[in-house]
């Protein structure tokens, strides 16, 4: 075998030849040339010594990270958001790219952004600034082509494979509702009540049938389903009732 660069040994001689690999490439650092390791790129240049010693507790593996380092990440999640594409039974799953292309479309006036995919359906959405992230969180969702994307507050220690969501998209039926409270934005505001909207149905939408509004809601199945709730404006209050399909 032959010895290489900084003591790593090739065992071909021939790739040692410049006359073999003209375009055989050294790197080299302060005069001193590059291990293979070294030379690949992103290689670990931290002291051994600097690094947690691991220990064994049980039959586990254990190591112990730096709270300095743990809390500069965090700084640096100040301005990320969590995601989650949510798609009806029997539609094709949405790559990464497709849904980069889409908001792109939606989020051009942002400034620069960054879609991470974490698995099963989630992402998490690193945005320039402060602003950025109440503007998205604003919106609440957005309609996709295929489903939606559910935007909601970065928090720490985020694994999707643990995640275990309470939330739940239901067709909720909204009574004694007087045709004027029909606007969009009014059956919102009254539905904002209970859960968070997301669509009207096209009957509601035309105003074809007065008997019920039918919205689309995400709702929180931990909270407490209310079936009626207090309506008011200037010198007025009316009860609607609400059932859930």
């Not at 109440?134 to 309609?143: N, Q, Y």
Request: charged letters at 25%; a positive charge.
């Amino acid at each position: 075998m032959t010895e290489g660069s900084a003591g790593f040994l090739i065992p071909w001689a021939c790739l040692m030849d410049p006359e073999v690999c003209p375009d055989k490439k050294v790197y080299s650092i302060s005069g001193q040339r590059k291990t293979f390791a070294q030379a690949l790129g992103n290689s670990c240049d931290i002291p051994l010594s600097q690094l947690p010693t691991p220990c064994i507790k049980g039959d586990m593996i254990v190591v112990r990270i730096d709270e300095a380092d743990y809390l500069a990440s965090l700084e640096d999640c100040k301005t990320h958001l969590h995601g989650r594409v949510i798609l009806s039974k029997g539609d094709k799953p949405l790559t990464h790219l497709d849904l980069t292309k889409k908001l792109q479309l939606v989020w051009k006036a942002l400034g620069p952004w960054k879609a991470i995919p974490l698995g099963k359906g989630f992402y998490e959405f690193k945005f320039a600034s402060i602003e950025g992230i109440r503007w998205t969180l604003e919106l609440g969702f957005l309609k996709l082509s295929l489903g939606l994307l559910r935007l909601f507050s970065w928090t720490k220690d985020f694994v999707p494979a643990t995640m275990k969501s309470t939330k739940a998209h239901t067709w909720v039926r909204i009574y004694h509702l007087p045709l004027e409270y029909w606007k969009p934005r009014t059956i919102f505001s009254i539905v904002r009540g209970f859960g968070t909207p997301l669509s009207l149905n096209g009957h509601t939408m035309r105003k074809n049938r007065g008997m019920f509004a039918r919205v689309l809601v995400d709702i929180d199945l931990l909270s407490p389903l209310s079936d009626q709730l207090l309506v008011e404006r200037p010198n007025f209050a009316f009860v609607a009732g609400e059932e859930y399909e």
